[in-house]
């Protein structure tokens, strides 16, 4: 994978940036982690995916705007994970809040910033 700039929010730049796969990564982490866990227990997950939303403390640093100061790193960070599955409600956010435990990067940036984590069911 080849990875752009740092930081960038021009979205016609042809390759992601690194605070954008650091982000991806993060929803893969809670999708991938959700769909493997019901797969090891023998649930049915049809359909999972995550959307990562972040804000950073102040943008204007990680781009180097010239007397800017503060912190350029992530302020909060929310992901929402749509799952749609055959199987009860509650089995699955069982399998959500074992999957969420066992997430190291979940973890790792709980401890940085504000994270929200939140499972949504899609019939």
């Known amino acids: 994978m080849e990875v752009g700039a740092p930081v960038s929010f021009d979205e016609e730049l042809p390759r992601s940036s ?19 866990l019901a797969h090891r227990k023998g649930l049915q997950i049809e359909h999972v995916e ?26 909060r960070i929310s992901i929402t994970t749509f799952v749609t599955s055959p199987e009860s409600e509650v089995a699955i956010q069982d399998l959500w809040e074992i999957a969420k435990s066992r997430a190291p990067l979940l973890h790792t940036f709980g401890r940085a910033c504000a994270l929200e984590t939140k499972l949504e069911f899609v019939l």
């Open 18 to 36: 690194a605070l954008e796969c650091a982000l991806g990564a993060l929803g893969a982490e809670a999708s991938l982690g959700l769909a493997t």
């Open 50 to 75: 995550s959307v990562v939303r972040a804000q950073l403390a102040n943008p204007l640093v990680a781009l180097g705007v010239v007397g800017e100061t503060g912190d350029p790193g992530f302020e």
